[in-house]
């Protein structure tokens, strides 16, 4: 557990500028009121950005130790009563919030971010020299 806690402790703390980038792409897609799913979610860090988006309401599944530090950091937020932490265990229950949330949402937030993930990468690969 400590290995997963450090991992996500460092995704939390030394990627400010990834972080930035993930809350703008979701600012652009999300609109007040809108249902998110959040598979893989990790520490459900981009469900809390969803809700300070304007999300109603998230719904974070993880399959991994992660799920405890997950319920701790939503617990520390403003959003612990939108966000619902879902063990992979509970996929069912994931798959029945899923058709609540919007497909053109998550559709728009996975192209804002494949584009920034692809900008990114040609800007690291420029700076690199090739």
Known sequence: MTSLLEFHA???S???SR????????AAAIRPGDTVLDLGAGSAIL????CDAG???????????????ARALVAS??????IEILP???LAQALEHALKASPVRMQQVRQALTRKASSDTRRAGAARGK
Do not use: C, M, Q, W
Request: net charge neutral; proline share 2%; charged share 30%.
């Open 88 to 90: 992979v265990h509970d």
């Open 77 to 82: 937020t403003p959003y612990r009563d939108r």
């Open 10 to 12: 460092f995704l939390l």
């Open 14 to 16: 030394n990627t400010g």
């Open 47 to 50: 469900s809390i950005l969803a």
């Open 19 to 26: 972080l930035d980038r993930f809350a703008k792409a979701l």
């Open 55 to 69: 999300a109603r309401r998230a719904y974070a599944v993880e399959d991994t130790d992660a799920v405890s530090i």
